[in-house]
């Protein structure tokens, strides 16, 4: 069955570091997101693309990068981590734009 | 003011109970509506969708959507343990290809809901 994995589950990391987090979906859905969810805020788009070589800034993408390469991966990289970025991170694709997005199961990250 | 409101809850009901959740927004160039679910430590999986404004159920579910008073709505019938979750609305815009809202969702903060026996 096509999915949409995410790794690792689990990180910790020391402030400073470079991370990053991996997203892979063997749909062929062209549009891939990735959010940051954190209490009080739900889910907020950090980075999006529709396309191979196509990469977009969503709301809270300070400090945040990502790059297409391939239609299946959308790596999410932390320049350099702060304890600000300790959050759990989804990964989500769709086909269309007006489609349902179906979410990873999600990347849970602590700076220390 | 953020563009989509939803009531954090937590909101604790018995087995059967009639569950009401729900989402106002103030961007009117939205929509799509959806709901999604999310059980504790998963993603998010979609629950219903729908364009517009109307009404639209599915088994237990019903989704109600008023643009005019930018108010929508899960209703969930005979709610059972299993229902118990996380339940978060998103909505979008069609929007123009590259325009500022075209494809990206808008989520509200999530609903805690918890089902008793």
């Known amino acids: 069955d096509a999915e949409i994995t995410q790794s690792p589950r689990h990180k910790i990391t020391e402030t400073g570091r470079q991370v990053t987090l991996a997203c892979h979906q063997t749909?062929?859905?062209?549009?891939m997101f990735w959010y940051r969810q954190d209490l009080g805020h739900g889910l907020r788009l950090i980075h999006y693309?529709?396309?191979?070589?196509?990469?977009n800034k969503g709301e809270v993408s300070d400090g945040y990068s990502v790059s297409r390469s391939n239609t299946e991966d959308l790596p999410l990289t932390l320049e350099s981590a702060a304890s600000s970025q300790t959050s759990v991170y989804f990964c989500?694709?769709?086909?269309?734009?007006?489609?349902?997005?179906?979410f990873g199961p999600g990347t849970r990250l602590l700076v220390l | 003011q953020k563009e989509v409101e939803q009531d954090p809850g937590p909101l604790s009901v018995p087995e059967g109970a009639i569950v009401s959740l729900n989402c106002t927004y103030s961007n009117s160039a939205f929509q799509y509506f959806m709901w999604y679910r999310q059980y504790s430590r998963k993603g998010p999986e979609l629950l219903m969708y729908t364009y517009s404004s109307g009404n639209k159920e599915d088994g237990r579910f019903t989704a109600q959507v008023d643009k005019s008073s930018k108010y929508i709505s899960l209703f969930i019938r005979d709610s059972q343990p299993s229902d118990s979750a996380t339940y978060l609305c998103?909505?979008?815009?069609?929007?123009?290809?590259?325009?500022?809202?075209?494809?990206?969702?808008?989520f509200g903060q999530g609903t805690i809901l918890t089902v008793h026996p």
């Open positions: 749909w062929n859905h062209n549009n």
């Open positions: 989500a694709s769709s086909r269309d734009i007006q489609e349902t997005q179906y």
């Open positions: 693309s529709y396309g191979v070589q196509d990469t």
């Open positions: 998103a909505m979008t815009s069609r929007g123009g290809a590259g325009g500022t809202s075209y494809g990206k969702l808008t």
